[in-house]
């Protein structure tokens, strides 16, 4: 397992888990070997051989390896936010028709564009920035990263080099669940965590592949001062820090889409019983809300099998959720 600063610096001592412990490099990163394979030299080094997608379930890094190959100076797009074809025009060609004055933005003199959740763009999108790769091939490299690899148009997977993050066999899932609990491991005991080993691969295996999802319950075991089954199969850190926070309408949709694309039920069913049990073991001043909650809860469940866009319902619900607890 490559190595990983665990250093507790003070300025990134309150952040989650997830972040603290994200790798800064490839040395510190959990990649299946033929991952590293595709995109490493022996040393290391980095070998765009074309564009790249970086596709697979929330959690399991796509997107710190695409922040870790990126240049700083790179054009680096939230593809799902700034998803407009005018968007494109606008930032995306202006940025291949300029020259990498300082060398910052490019690889080997080949300069680059990251677009996160590309999987959020329209298929006008897509046909657009094929003629984007096409025109600047010699000296444009993309980076992508996705959740469903279903949005994406087949004439859009053809340029680029698919690399599917989820173990394809039972070995690469071994191998994966190994690096997992090493990694958990070193986070226990750094932060006397009150979990066995046993607890520790328990919840690997429940989450499984989605590692992000284990670090929040880690960080869950460090606030309450011990690991439980409720902890692990119905509190989210992140979503309930967004919920009991104020509106803030990029951040939520940021981390809707980072979490959970378009496959938002599971989110509708967090604002249900789990919630409720959260706000009366952890906010039992907002015991009065539930009812209002719940109505609120049941109303967009009862929306989501005829929805036009997940993602606004979702974020509808959150919102609406987040305005009765702050009032």
């Known amino acids: 397992m490559g190595n990983i600063d665990l250093k507790k610096d003070a300025p990134i001592v309150k952040k989650l888990y997830w972040a603290r412990y994200r790798p800064k490099n490839v040395e510190g990163m959990i990649l299946l070997p033929r991952i590293h394979k595709e995109l490493f030299d022996e040393d290391n080094n980095l070998v765009l051989s074309g564009n790249y997608l970086f596709a697979g379930t929330s959690g399991i890094g796509k997107t710190t390896l695409a922040k870790i190959i990126t240049p700083a100076g790179a054009l680096i797009v939230n593809a799902s936010y700034n998803s407009s074809v005018e968007d ?119 989450n499984f592949p989605d590692l992000r999802s284990v670090f929040n319950t880690l960080q869950r075991v460090e606030k309450t001062g011990g690991y439980s089954k409720e902890i692990n199969s119905s509190i989210n850190v992140d979503f309930y820090n967004i919920i009991f926070s104020k509106i803030d309408t990029e951040k939520s949709y940021a981390w809707v889409i980072e979490n959970f694309g378009d496959n938002v039920e599971s989110i509708i069913k967090l604002c249900g019983r789990p919630l409720s049990e959260y706000i009366i073991s952890d906010k039992n001043t907002y015991i009065n809300r539930i009812p209002k909650i719940m109505k609120i809860t049941a109303n967009y469940s009862s929306l989501l099998s005829n929805c036009v866009d997940p993602v606004v319902l979702a974020l509808s619900c959150i919102f609406e959720i987040q305005e009765v607890i702050n009032n």
């Open 88 to 206: 494109l025009k606008e930032v995306v060609n202006e940025y291949c028709a300029t020259g990498d004055i300082f060398g910052d933005s490019s690889i080997d003199g080949i300069k680059v564009v990251y677009l996160d959740e590309f999987d959020g763009t329209s298929q006008k999108y897509q046909e657009a920035l094929r003629g984007f790769i096409e025109e600047n091939e010699n000296r444009v490299r993309f980076i992508a990263t996705c959740n469903n690899l279903n949005k994406i148009s087949s004439a859009m997977l053809s340029r680029f080099n698919v690399i599917k993050f989820d173990p394809e066999n039972e070995k690469e899932a071994n191998y994966l669940r190994q690096e997992y609990f090493e990694r958990c491991t070193l986070i226990k005991e750094k932060n006397n965590l009150n979990i066995s080993d046993e607890q520790i691969k328990s919840l690997i295996n429940i």
